[in-house]
């Protein structure tokens, strides 16, 4: 099995956060399930780690802890996963836009 590359790891990250988020209103829709799993495959993540992720998506796992300081050296690209995910189910919840705010002051440069 190849080991993964500093890309893998940052897309495993954004994922995680993109778990959070996607729970952040306590439900998860089938439409943040698929922009999730969708993001996995296409950004090739490895299958284990996939599998860990759907653990979470399923609710038999919580969902872990993204590495918000990984996160922080790429943030409009955390943002662009972010905004794809709230826009995948077509509704803004008060839980998601808070969410949000909180990881635009946490990823701002200077923190």
Do not use: C, Y
């Not at 988020?21 to 306590?26: E, Q, T």
């Not at 759907?54 to 919580?62: H, M, R, V, Y």
């Not at 969410?99 to 002051?105: G, I, N, S, T």
Request: net charge negative; no cysteine; glycine share 6%.
């Amino acid at each position: 099995m190849a080991r993964p590359t500093p890309e893998d790891h940052f897309n495993i990250e954004v994922l995680k956060l993109m778990l959070q988020l996607a729970w952040s209103d306590g439900q998860i829709d089938v439409q943040e399930v698929g922009t999730i799993l969708g993001a996995a495959h296409s950004w090739g993540v490895p299958e284990l780690e996939i599998a860990t992720l759907k653990k979470a998506l399923e609710g038999s796992a919580p969902p872990p802890a993204p590495d918000l300081a990984l996160l922080r050296d790429r943030p409009d690209e955390v943002f662009e996963a972010a905004r794809a995910l709230i826009a995948s189910d077509g509704r803004l919840q008060a839980a998601e836009a808070e969410m949000l705010e909180e990881l635009r002051v946490i990823l701002s440069p200077g923190r």
